[in-house]
């Protein structure tokens, strides 16, 4: 078992332009999280996701930021128009049950 | 929705010594509590967990403790080692309609001084 893959591992993008990060979910783990660390500080929640489905998107902003997981494929996170407070550790993690909770080694956007 | 708070937000001990961090929690309907360890530029790892349906549990130097009334938990660390250092987070299992997820505390900086 690979484990959970995200990439990039690394991210630079321009101020107004798209950034999309890719989760691909341990082999058997339906849920998905996402969540956001900035420099020095703690996890925060963005939104939780199973196959096809947003269970709580709540930590999410309403702008510019989207998520899905479809039948195939990995869990994408997407932010248009990026600004430098987008900045960030964006870490997903997978469970098979909602608890048991497994972290990618995260993608790091900077804008510039 | 679940409230985590945790300190202390930094801890510096000597090695050799005991480390403590604390976590309350806001939702009693939380059931599971797991801690993880997050190195310098790494992924969090889950380290221990526990139960409510248990009030203690350990592995080798590490121990949690759970107080269901009081909705507090605690992370116990002996014979602290350097490579012991890292961010600490605390987290709480709630449920999201018939789905659970994970709510984290702010996280505590451990340095373990040689």
């Known amino acids: 078992n690979a484990g959970v893959m995200q990439n990039p591992r690394h991210l630079v993008r321009r101020r107004g332009q798209e950034a999309r990060l890719r989760c691909s979910p341990m082999?058997?783990?339906?849920?998905v999280y996402w969540y956001r660390q900035l420099p020095e500080e703690g996890l925060k929640f963005m939104v939780y996701?199973?196959?096809?489905?947003?269970?709580?998107e709540s930590g999410m902003p309403k702008e510019r930021f989207s998520a899905e997981f479809p039948k195939e494929g990995p869990s994408i996170l997407r932010i248009q128009q990026v600004v430098r407070g987008d900045s960030a550790a964006y870490f997903c993690?997978?469970?098979?049950?909602?608890?048991?909770?497994?972290f990618g080694s995260g993608t790091r956007l900077t804008v510039v | 929705g679940e409230n985590v708070e945790q300190h202390p937000s930094t801890l510096s001990v000597q090695e050799g010594d005991s480390a403590v961090i604390k976590c309350t929690y806001s939702?009693?309907?939380?059931?599971?509590f797991p801690w993880y360890k997050q190195e310098l530029g790494k992924r969090p790892q889950l380290i221990i967990d526990?139960?409510?349906?248990?009030g203690e549990k350990k592995d080798q130097r590490i121990a949690v403790t759970l107080n269901k009334t009081a909705k507090h938990f605690s992370l116990h660390i002996t014979e602290t080692q350097p490579e012991d250092s890292a961010v600490y987070f605390c987290?709480?299992?709630?449920?999201?309609?018939?789905?659970?997820?994970?709510?984290f505390g702010s996280g505590t900086q451990l340095t373990v001084l040689p």
């Open positions: 526990i139960r409510s349906n248990v």
């Open positions: 987290a709480a299992s709630n449920s999201v309609g018939s789905a659970r997820q994970l709510t």
């Open positions: 082999k058997g783990h339906s849920h």
């Open positions: 939702d009693s309907a939380s059931n599971y």
């Open positions: 996701l199973q196959k096809e489905n947003i269970i709580d």
């Open positions: 993690a997978s469970s098979p049950n909602g608890e048991l909770v497994t």
